[in-house]
């Protein structure tokens, strides 16, 4: 299962983005879509998650700012981004897992997608 992730670019702080990412492949379900993001220098860290039955799960600092939803009919995942500060800034990563064909489990990454929050 290949991911693309879409929507990363130059910000000022206050300004908004909205990633996407889609997935691809031979696809059962997929259970859980994500978004994690890495700043230079530090490890990768939990943006948001959401599941298939639309629980949503965030990580403290972007709680009221952050909106993670999904079109489950096409594999994709969005991430809208509001009020964003230079703290924000990293590489944001795509993540999925679920079943594909012959009901084997997947579990897949994109390749990244760069967002640059200026102050």
């Known amino acids: 299962v290949q991911l693309v992730e879409s929507g990363g670019g130059l910000v000022q702080t206050g300004g908004s983005l909205r990633l996407s990412c889609a997935a691809s492949?031979?696809?059962?379900?997929?259970?859980?879509m994500g978004w994690y993001r890495q700043a230079p220098g530090k490890q990768r860290e939990l943006v948001a998650t959401?599941?298939?039955?639309?629980?949503?799960n965030y990580v403290d600092s972007v709680k009221g700012r952050f909106t993670i939803s999904r079109d489950n009919a096409k594999n994709t995942v969005y991430l809208q981004m509001n009020s964003l500060k230079p703290e924000d800034t990293g590489v944001y990563y795509c993540n999925a897992e679920g079943r594909e064909r012959f009901l084997r489990r997947f579990e897949s990454w994109g390749p990244g997608t760069q967002v640059t929050v200026s102050s």
């Open positions: 492949g031979t696809i059962i379900n997929i259970n859980t």
């Open positions: 959401t599941t298939s039955g639309g629980s949503t």
